[in-house]
C-alpha cells in the first residue's frame, strides 16, 4: 500500500507559479513511478506528467511541456511539480499517482492516487 497526500495548491495570478507536492508513505518510495493528473470541472482527468523511479526520465503532456517540471526526491519520499507560466486552462484538481510498474500517461495504470490539491489560475 502506498498513500499520497498533494500540498501546495491554490490561487495564483496568470503567469505565475506554484509547486505542488506529493508526499508518500507505505510502499518503498523509489519502487514507484509518479504521475500528476488532474481533472478540471466537467472534463475529464487528464495526463500532466509523470516521472520513473530514479528520475531519470520524464514525459510530459504537450499542453504543459516547457511550462510544467517533474522531478523527485526519494530520500524524502517527494515528488513535485513545478507549475510555471501558469494559464486560466490550467485550473483543476490536481492528483498524484504511484505505479508499481512502468511509467505510464494512462492513469489507469497507476495502483495508487492522493486526494487531489485544487489549483486556480485567475486571468
Known amino acids: 500500500q502506498v498513500q499520497l497526500v498533494e500540498s501546495g495548491g491554490g490561487l495564483v495570478q496568470a503567469g505565475g507559479s506554484l509547486r505542488l507536492s506529493c508526499a508518500a508513505s507505505g510502499r518503498t518510495f523509489n519502487d514507484n513511478a509518479m504521475g500528476w493528473f488532474r481533472q478540471a470541472p466537467g472534463k475529464e482527468r487528464e495526463f500532466v506528467g509523470c516521472i520513473s523511479r530514479s528520475g531519470g526520465r520524464t514525459i510530459y503532456a504537450e499542453s504543459v511541456k516547457d511550462r510544467f517540471t517533474i522531478f523527485r526526491d526519494n530520500a524524502k519520499n517527494t515528488v513535485y511539480l513545478q507549475m510555471n507560466s501558469l494559464r486560466p486552462e490550467d485550473t483543476a484538481v490536481y492528483y498524484c499517482?504511484?505505479?508499481?510498474?512502468?511509467?505510464?500517461?494512462?492513469?489507469?495504470?497507476?495502483?495508487?492516487w492522493g486526494q487531489g490539491t485544487q489549483v486556480t489560475v485567475s486571468s
Open positions: 499517482a504511484a505505479a508499481t510498474y512502468g511509467l505510464w500517461t494512462s492513469g489507469s495504470r497507476y495502483d495508487y
